[in-house]
């Protein structure tokens, strides 16, 4: 590791506590404080949101909630900072040696907050799932945050740790070779149901409303393509049926996105081989699927106009089929659901077979397939929180097996050499390899 960068941090964050929380006060930064105060002592949190009496609030909420807190979120530091003000931005970020933003939309909120944290010389994660965003702070930010020392890690939570670094662990523990990736990702709402936050219906309207944005960007850094080992994985369509799983679709999150920021480092940076990787949603019966689509039609159609992007943004549980709502999901509802995610993975018993397969018949099949399964408990707001604070645990805990530069980094490579895969096992979270699942 770089012996200065870790030196002149060290002095800057003498005397900060651990971690600043910016939006406590939403429904998943209040989430993420309660879990937090069971991973970090109370005197090493800061909570930060534009409004010290919300904030008071949410703090009284959270304690009627988990009462054995009461006696030590007063030891909780309370700093008033909003994306509007620079300056108590700056001041918010040199409280702590982390901070851990939940303010979105990012498109519109998380360059403020980047801006000021690489200033404040503090080390900066967020949970957003917008590939816009996450790749524009990568192209402006990210020699800047090098020259500083600084880590900027985007994506640091479902969105997108179960499948760039469950991939990144997958590779590790595969009997193999491995070159391919499909994952399936699978939502079990529990008997209660569940209802998605407006937060995340206003990203996705944005995100289909700004992709030729995203194009621009990516054609404007002409980046070199990837040479991957192996063959391309199969197109499977707009829709389709497997056998185990039922009825899947293209997953349209920020994995793919992250997948292969992180995968072109690898090739670019680390000379490792990449993977391919495609991800999908597994929507279940052919009913969710017809569903799907006439409604999933819908969203594309209205979120290009304006006029009907209005309509999308005010009325989220009639366009989403009742599966959005201004409200999220209650506390039960987010206890009882959990997910899965399938990383399918093909490859070769060894690289020697890999290239001397691929040198005879470059259309020659996988030898070896396996599974990697990633469950954990409810995706949006519980499951995320934990990953969220077991990544910052890392980053806080573990300096010297973070990337020896400051920039700007997907969880794959910020996280790659951590314990993190073993925080999360220990933290209610499933994560294996099974071989021949095919």
């Given at each position: ?195 998605g936050n407006d937060g ?71 000379r490792s081989d990449p ?164």
């Amino acid at each position: 590791m770089n012996g200065k960068r870790p030196a002149s941090l060290a002095q800057e964050h003498e005397g900060r506590k651990d971690i600043v929380i910016f939006g406590v006060t939403g429904v998943t930064g209040q989430i993420v404080f309660e879990h937090a105060l069971s991973r970090f002592n109370a005197d090493q949190i800061v909570v930060a949101g534009r409004s010290r009496t919300k904030m008071e609030q949410t703090i009284k909420d959270s304690v009627n909630l988990h009462p054995v807190y009461e006696s030590s979120v007063s030891q909780v530091q309370l700093v008033e900072a909003d994306v509007s003000d620079h300056e108590s931005l700056v001041k918010m970020c040199k409280t702590a040696k982390v901070v851990l933003n939940c303010v979105g939309p990012f498109r519109f909120f998380g360059e403020q907050v980047v801006k000021a944290a690489i200033e404040a010389k503090t080390h900066y994660m967020d949970i957003s799932g917008e590939p816009l965003y996450l790749e524009s702070i990568e192209a402006e930010w990210s020699e800047v945050a090098r020259r500083e020392g600084v880590w900027v890690v985007g994506s640091c939570a479902f969105d997108s740790i179960p499948n760039d670094l469950g991939l990144v662990n997958f590779k590790k523990e595969f009997p193999g070779e491995l070159t391919g990736v499909e994952s399936y990702l699978s939502f079990d709402s529990g008997p209660s149901g569940y209802v998605g936050n407006d937060g995340t219906w206003q990203s996705a309207i944005h995100g289909f409303a700004n992709q030729g944005q995203l194009k621009a960007l990516r054609k404007r850094q002409n980046f070199d393509p990837i040479r991957y080992p192996g063959p391309r994985l199969p197109n499977r369509g707009a829709y389709f049926k497997d056998p185990k799983l039922g009825y899947c679709v293209p997953f349209l999150g920020s994995d793919a996105s992250v997948v292969l920021r992180t995968q072109r480092y690898f090739a670019f940076r680390d000379r490792s081989d990449p993977i391919r990787f495609k991800p999908y949603a597994v929507i279940g019966s052919l009913f969710s699927l017809c569903l799907m689509i006439i409604f999933g039609g819908l969203f594309s159609i209205f979120a290009r106009y304006s006029t009907t992007r209005s309509l999308l943004k005010k009325y989220p549980r009639l366009f989403s089929y009742g599966f959005f709502s201004t409200g999220g999901p209650s506390r039960k509802q987010m206890e009882e659901a959990s997910f899965t995610l399938y990383l399918r993975g093909e490859g070769y018993i060894s690289s020697f077979e890999r290239d001397n397969l691929n040198e005879q018949n470059q259309q020659q099949k996988p030898t070896v397939h396996a599974t990697s399964i990633f469950r954990g408990p409810d995706a949006g707001y519980i499951g995320t929180s934990i990953i969220f604070l077991e990544a910052a645990l890392c980053l806080l805990r573990e300096p010297d097996s973070m990337p020896s530069d400051g920039g700007v980094y997907t969880p794959g490579v910020a996280f790659k050499d951590t314990t993190l895969i073993d925080r999360l096992r220990g933290s209610g979270f499933q994560i294996e390899v099974v071989s021949d699942q095919n």
